[in-house]
């Protein structure tokens, strides 16, 4: 059911008050302007979450990715957690995982055509790129929910049916980085990672329960798992490739680093007798213990094995080293997708192509914008330039 995978820590309420003050306090100097946010000529969209773990950011972005790029010039842009560089960095076929983050590497591995950067100052981000491609259509802000220095047209919040924010609390108690009032900045609110089997009421509670406001609009997405795809292809595979429907005398281990691999496990163990997870921390640099322990205990379990990992956790084994053959020859990755549960992906996708067509900077309504464009991440962007998707 929702929210099965929330743990309140009550011993550490009274932390939780003390931390959404300190929150509270921030977002009331954004609203009444002590802290500045700025907009841009060019459609912007954010998609991210309010609380601290994977709500499925990732797959939702290469979504949008995957919808504008055969229709726009399409750039995301990512912080680059966990990154070995600092700044502006737009990457290209020679950037490594480790100057760019795991999840851009991801993206620009499966979109070489869109422009991937990372800044963690947003606002210099959007501006590089904006200078460094005049035709540059839309940009996408990955994790950028609380990042209010940039205001976007349409801003994007992820909620994990298994987290639903109406039943967590704050940090660290709860999970969530800030009160759930926060959910009314978003234009659209995206319950993630549903069931497949969801009932008719289920979806009527879970809508009530939201309590959204007319301008806000709730959808629906499930993840879908796609074919097994060897990390190794060269390794020398034996045998025929796994399948997901058909691996009933298959032992396999789950091999994952991110935030949230309950949700994994849990449908991949319908499908596997034999599942055995073996789980590090969110974006773990896989170290030589680590890389001996996973050589290990896959060389102790029985035959026929196998190993299934996640796209992001193959951007970061993809370069160690240490692997043993074994490893490599039966070490596969999982491809991950979402799809919009109740027929709503045709009206979401309408709005998304909508809002970035009629606010495209070559459009008539921008060119006819009476504005002077600001340099500075301090301007408060309030003049007529700029574009927001609730007044479109």
């Known amino acids: 059911m929702e ?56 797959p939702h972005v290469e979504y949008l990715a995957q919808l504008l790029r055969g229709k726009f010039r399409v750039a995301v842009l990512s ?4 990154r070995k560089s600092k700044g502006f960095i737009k990457a290209d076929a020679t950037t490594t995982m480790q100057e760019i983050g795991d999840e851009p590497f991801q993206m620009k591995q499966k979109f070489p055509d869109v422009t991937i950067a990372v800044d963690k100052n947003r606002c210099h981000g959007i501006e590089q790129l904006t200078e460094q491609d005049q035709r ?10 609380q990042h209010r220095y940039v205001k976007p047209g349409i801003n994007i919040l992820l909620v994990d049916y298994h987290r ?9 108690a709860g999970r969530m980085r800030e009160p759930i009032k926060g959910k009314n900045r978003a234009d659209i609110v995206i319950v993630t990672k549903c069931p497949k089997d969801l009932k008719p009421m ?38 025929p490739r796994p399948q997901l429907t058909a691996m009933g005398d298959t032992h396999t ?34 170290k030589a213990k680590d890389i001996q322990l996973i050589n290990d205990t896959f060389a102790s379990m029985k035959s026929p094995k196998c190993i299934i990992t996640t796209e992001k956790d193959a951007t970061r084994l ?16 999982l491809p991950v997708r979402i799809t919009f549960m109740l027929e709503q992906e045709e009206m979401f996708n309408n709005h998304i192509i909508g809002y970035v067509r009629k606010n495209s900077r070559n459009s008539i309504l921008v060119k006819n914008k009476d504005v002077n464009k600001s340099n500075d991440c301090n301007n408060t962007g309030d003049g007529s330039r700029t574009i927001s998707f609730r007044n479109n």
Request: charged share 20%.
């Open 79 to 82: 912080r680059g957690y966990k």
């Open 253 to 286: 281990m789950l091999l994952t680093g991110i935030a949230s691999p309950k949700q994994l496990e849990h449908d991949l163990s319908s499908q596997i007798p034999h599942l055995s997870p073996l789980i590090f921390g969110d974006h773990h640099q896989f």
């Open 136 to 145: 540059l259509e839309v940009v996408l802000l990955d994790d950028a929910f």
């Open 3 to 58: 929210g099965d995978f929330i743990k309140i820590s009550k011993w550490l309420l009274p932390l939780s008050w003390a931390y959404g003050f300190g929150v509270k306090l921030r977002n009331t100097m954004f609203d009444i302007g002590i802290l500045k946010t700025h907009a841009f000529d060019i459609p912007v969209i954010s998609v991210g979450n309010i609380t601290v773990g994977g709500t499925g950011k990732t």
């Open 202 to 239: 289920d979806f009527r509670v879970i809508t009530r329960a939201m309590d959204l406001y007319p301008y806000q609009q709730l959808y629906f997405t499930t993840l879908e798992y796609a074919e097994l795809k060897p990390l190794f292809p060269k390794a020398g595979h034996v045998g």
């Open 164 to 172: 639903l924010i109406i039943y967590d609390t704050l940090l660290p």
């Open 318 to 333: 993809q370069g160690v080293e240490g692997l043993s053959d074994e490893v490599r020859q039966n070490l596969y990755v």
